[in-house]
């Protein structure tokens, strides 16, 4: 990891097939299936806090979950209030670009 400042969105927004799309400052666009971006929460509840292991199952999440609502978090992350009911995840925009399906 570099020690430049992380990428940062410049717009985002849920989109009404249920994906997440990101505009970032280099112009990158990042477009994220929704069940794919709820499956990698990194809340609490999502996340053993103390191992950083996964505990959540993607089975347990709907093939169909979308983002209902994108909060920006200071200038370093985005809260997603989800389909489910989910809501407690808080994404860094730098794991959002890690993420990224066409960066993989």
Aim: with cysteine.
């Amino acid at each position: 990891m570099s020690d430049a400042a992380p990428m940062r969105a410049v717009r985002a927004a849920p989109f009404p097939n249920g994906e997440v799309g990101i505009v970032w400052e280099d112009g990158h666009e990042s477009y994220f299936p929704g069940h794919y971006l709820r499956c990698a929460c990194p809340c609490a509840k999502c996340v053993d806090e103390m191992s950083g292991r996964k505990v959540l199952r993607n089975t347990e999440v709907p093939e169909t979950v979308h983002a209902v609502k994108l909060e920006p978090t200071g200038n370093y992350a985005l809260r997603i209030d989800w389909s489910d009911g989910h809501s407690t995840g808080i994404y860094t925009y730098e794991r959002l670009r890690e993420l990224c399906p066409c960066c993989q």
